[in-house]
């Protein structure tokens, strides 16, 4: 069974802006891949069309079949995690192989609190 | 609610792909083949066209074609230069060309992509009339098709059939107002049971259209309905 695994150093799953992430990736991919990218992204959900943007990346060339490698990652000043009710900014960590673009996902937040910002409208219901 | 719970987020309603009923896949494809691979996508907004042709995108690509994709948004009278490029630069056999919102071309427009289509593999169009091009599948949407998709994304079911009467088959902007709903909805959300009614209402019961339109229902088949993804966006341009 093929799968792949993301870990941040101590599990931290929160950042602040401009804090650098560290961690691995695991994976035991079968048929083996030819790269596989760590990437720091960040994406919209809600109401309207999906935005997205690649922040930064870390990329492993000519990876073994099932291997570890460790990432370091930076966080931008921004934009912050939220959530209102027509929209909500998520980051994430995402390592994605190729060719076949079989990804894994590992949700993060960052804002200066280390907390999603709830939009006013919301946190008054 | 806030965005990212709302079951009816358009990145979850995109999940769900059309649904074709009364032809498979491979019998699309021989039709659009016997019409010399030049047809159209016919239906009113929100019936699933733009998923379609996506769907249908991704099939002619793994036969081997490049696709080459634009959507019209309203107003578009003509092409913009990003887009001509898109569609017309170093046009071949091998490239199909998908064009969302066909009816929004003037006619000269229109007449120009006709002709310099005739370079490429094939083009599919969508359009909210027929006459542009022969039609290749007619999007239909039932109350029943909808109630598929809102159970699938809310994982119980529910009867639609008068918000489906309310947007007139309109699948997406039905999404869109239980979108609203859910938005506007404090916890918890409104399909949770109702409270019993000899109690008197807490506030802001009644609000939406939820109690009033939204109840629950048994189990509807909904198997081979045609599926509505739809694209979100802003204005009649969603629609399509």
């Known amino acids: 069974m093929s799968w792949i695994r993301i870990e941040t150093h101590g599990g931290a799953n929160a950042f602040l802006p401009g804090e650098s992430i560290t961690g ?10 030819t790269e596989i990218e760590l990437r720091l992204i960040w994406y919209t959900e809600g109401k309207g069309d999906q935005d997205s943007q690649i922040v930064d990346t870390a990329r492993f060339n000519n990876p073994e079949p099932a291997e570890g490698r460790g990432f370091t990652v930076r966080v931008p000043q921004g934009p912050f995690s939220f959530s209102g009710k027509l929209i909500s900014l998520l980051w994430a960590l995402e390592a994605v192989a190729q060719p076949n673009d079989r990804a894994e996902r590992l949700p993060i937040t960052v804002s200066p609190t280390r907390r999603e910002i709830l939009l006013q409208s919301q946190t008054a219901e | 609610m806030i965005a990212r719970e709302n079951p009816f987020a358009v990145q979850r309603v995109l999940a769900i792909r059309y649904r074709l009923a009364g032809i498979s896949w491979d019998e699309l494809l021989d039709r659009l083949t016997a019409l010399r691979s030049r047809a159209a996508l016919v239906g009113p907004h929100g019936h699933g066209k733009t998923t379609l042709l996506e769907d249908l995108g991704a099939r002619l690509a793994g036969r081997g074609f490049r ?31 998908l064009l969302d919102g066909a009816e929004q071309l003037g006619r000269l427009a229109w007449l120009e992509v006709r002709t310099r289509a005739r370079s490429a593999g094939g083009l599919v169009i969508t359009s909210h009339r027929s006459g542009l091009l022969p039609t290749l599948h007619e999007c239909r949407t039932t109350p029943e098709l909808l109630a598929g998709i809102v159970s699938e994304l809310l994982g119980k079911e529910a009867a639609v059939e008068e918000l ?41 019961e009644g609000e939406g259209f939820v109690k009033e339109s939204f109840p629950l ?18 204005g009649e341009e969603a629609g399509r």
């Open chain 2, 217 to 234: 229902a048994s189990p509807a088949n909904f198997s081979s309905s045609p599926g509505v993804g739809g694209r979100e966006g802003s």
């Open chain 2, 67 to 97: 696709v080459r994709s634009v959507t019209l948004h309203e107003g578009d009278r003509r092409l913009a230069a990003p887009q001509r490029r898109e569609l017309f630069k170093d046009l071949a056999a091998s490239d199909f060309l």
């Open chain 2, 164 to 204: 489906f009467a309310r947007h007139e088959g309109n699948v997406r902007g039905a999404l869109r107002e239980l979108y609203d709903s859910y938005a506007a909805h404090p916890n918890p959300h409104p399909l949770a049971p109702s409270p019993d009614p000899s109690l008197p209402p807490s506030p802001g």
């Open chain 1, 24 to 33: 691995s990736v695991y994976w035991e991919l079968d048929p083996p891949v």
